[in-house]
């Protein structure tokens, strides 16, 4: 990969308790790449996009953006860093409108009395259509009302949104996990274009196909320890049963530390 | 291409103000069935007032309600606060606490509105911060009201003197419309504004649609409920005052069980009490509804018991085509 990656993590380590969730875990993101993040339940994923996203504290370990150390305590800080997360169940506001939706707590206003600001509507519709036209979002008017919309037109709500703020990062939880064949194949092709338009996106998924469709770059983890770091390659297939073969524990590529488990001995 | 957007953007206009028509067309049918019956009195000035007077009384605080119900919340406390508030407001203006002399009108407004304030924060942070569920706080205020009312009066009325100039706020009209009317007008144009057109409104309204997307979104969700629970309060407070004044006393008993006629006008109205949806327009017509029907069932001689299990068979019929239109819409 060319260039410094936008993101690094370096040594994430994070526990609940006695459970050690993140075991020093290192995870780079380059420039408009789309990296896969898979692993079973429980390998950490989300807590170390929630990391990421700043919903939770690394115990120990710290993040770059751009080569700059930076520290993440709440969504709002990593959000002013341009990282953007998609949450699984979309987090719309069924009873607004597409537009309110993308601009939710973050409207453009006209004016300001304190704390409270009167809405530039017109504005914020249009740019919610220009940025729904951009992405190639089929919707027929940002004034629809969310709960009108399909689910993958949700999805594509819930990512454009993202896209709104000119993220540089976008961290998708299970994009496609609710969709229906058609929908998805349209949220994938929503990913290419924003990887088109230089965002670098971070896809936790457990549909493989996904990301071999559209990743660049696949991350495995297993019980808290990244156990693979690897490009997509391969025919579907060969790739398939490799990524299994890692997340069931028969392949690991970092197990040097580990004596007792050796790279690919139990196959 | 173009074209179309615009099409669609017309339909979806008129079907949000669908609900809203269909509570108009009805305020409307109601008004001439009971102009027909009585077209002698129901028009005349006197009788307008009757009805523009209840209307200013349900309808503030069904407006204090709605902004409470949009997101998600209720409040049972607002007929008991009438009741004290009223009481406070009196106490104040003619006897004075302990050794402090009666206040002016303006100073003891002022002070009655802090306090009601302070009790919708007390609503609010409860709800926020100690997790209350808003109908159980709600419901403490409304025995501790109440009963702090009579243990103020001692269970007597404050009763001012029949000249004394606050009580033009509740009787006094201006070019024969009741002054109470008038701060209605003012208040729904005030919180219809909040509600579509500041960002403190969008939130409301997003907090009653999804909590759980307006917090990761920015929203400071705990303000804005805070918020909405002072709203209540205050509006409350202010339709106390109206009535010591329209009244000519502050007195312990008055606002019983008017919580609900709020809650009833704000649900006539289209207002959903799963939160996220209703309109201060939507409210006024709820409310003018109800201030018609009972003035119109009295015109009519028809019994008081009878005027109630009619009331009751109008909010059912309200409730039930909103939810069916709601359900056949989806």
Redesign the interface.
């Known amino acids: 990969m060319t260039g410094t990656p936008i993101v690094e993590m370096v040594d994430i380590q994070k526990s609940f308790g006695a459970v050690q969730a993140l075991r020093s875990v290192d995870l780079k993101l380059n420039q408009s790449e789309v990296l896969g993040l898979v692993g079973d339940n429980a390998a950490g994923k989300s807590t170390l996009m929630k990391v990421l996203s700043g919903a939770y504290i690394p115990d120990a370990g710290y993040i770059l953006i751009d080569s700059q150390k930076v520290h993440i305590t709440s ?2 800080d990593s ?1 002013h860093l341009g990282i953007e ?1 998609v ?1 699984q169940d ?7 409108d597409v537009s ?1 939706n993308v601009f ?4 453009i ?1 006209k004016w300001k009395l304190g ?5 530039d ?1 017109k504005s914020m519709e249009e740019q919610a ?1 220009s940025l729904l036209n951009r992405l190639r979002i089929e919707i ?2 940002v ?2 009302k969310v ?1 009108n919309l399909s689910g993958g037109q949700r999805q594509a709500v819930a990512i454009g949104r993202a896209m709104a703020f000119d993220a540089k990062v976008i961290i998708m939880d299970e994009p496609t996990a609710a969709l229906s064949v058609a929908a998805i194949s349209k949220v994938l092709d929503l990913i290419r274009e924003l990887k088109n338009l230089g965002s670098s996106i971070i896809m936790i998924s457990h549909r493989l196909e996904d990301i071999y469709e559209v990743g660049d770059r696949v991350v495995v983890l297993r019980h808290g320890r990244k156990v693979a770091d690897c490009p997509v390659s391969g025919d579907i297939r060969e790739f398939r049963e490799r990524i299994v073969s890692y997340m069931i524990g028969a392949r690991d590529d970092f197990s040097e530390q580990i004596t007792e488990n050796k790279a690919g001995g139990d196959l | 291409m173009t074209a ?2 615009k099409a ?2 017309k339909a ?2 008129s079907l949000t103000q669908f609900r809203e028509l269909n509570v108009l067309i009805a305020f409307l049918l109601l008004c001439i069935f009971f102009y027909s019956q009585s077209p002698d009195v129901f028009l005349k000035p006197a009788n307008l007032a009757v009805i523009m007077r209840f209307v200013a009384t349900f309808g503030l605080l069904a407006i204090g309600e709605l902004f409470v119900i949009i997101t998600g919340g209720i409040d049972l406390s607002v007929g008991s606060m009438t009741a004290l508030t009223g009481v406070i407001v009196a106490t104040l203006m003619i006897k004075g606490v302990g050794p402090i002399p009666p206040l002016g009108i303006p100073l003891s407004i002022i002070i009655v509105v802090i306090l009601a304030g302070l009790v919708g924060l007390w609503h609010g942070f409860s709800v926020t911060k100690m997790r209350i569920p808003p109908f159980i706080i709600t419901l403490g205020t409304w025995l501790m009201a109440r009963g702090l009312a009579a243990y103020i009066t001692r269970g007597y009325p404050i009763v001012f003197e029949s000249d004394f100039p606050f009580l033009r706020l509740g009787q006094g009209e201006i070019f024969q419309i009741p002054i109470m009317f008038i701060i209605l007008v003012v208040v729904a144009l005030i919180g219809s504004f ?1 509600l579509n ?4 409104g ?2 409301i ?2 907090i ?3 909590i ?3 917090r ?5 969700v705990n ?1 804005v409920r805070i918020f909405s629970y002072i709203t209540s309060s205050i509006l409350a407070c202010l339709v106390g005052i109206m009535l010591a004044s329209r009244l000519g006393q502050g007195t312990p008993t008055v606002g019983t069980a008017y919580e609900l006629w709020a809650i009833a006008a704000a649900v006539i109205g289209g207002t959903s009490l799963f939160g ?2 209703g309109s201060v327009i939507g409210v006024l017509l709820g409310a003018a509804i109800m201030g018609v029907m009972i003035n119109g069932m009295v015109l009519l001689n028809i019994s008081s018991y009878l005027q109630n299990v009619i009331l009751g068979i109008v909010l059912v019929i309200a409730v039930t085509y909103d939810t069916l239109r709601r359900y056949r819409s ?1």
């Open positions: 969504p709002d959000r997360m949450y979309y987090a719309l506001a069924n009873n607004l309110a939710l707590g973050r409207e206003v704390p409270i600001g009167m809405m509507k259509q027929d008017t004034r629809l709960e | 179309e957007p669609n953007r979806r206009v909040t057109s500041t960002t403190l969008r939130h309204y997003a009653g649609g999804n759980e997307a307006a990761l979104s920015g929203v400071h303000r996220g949806e989806k």
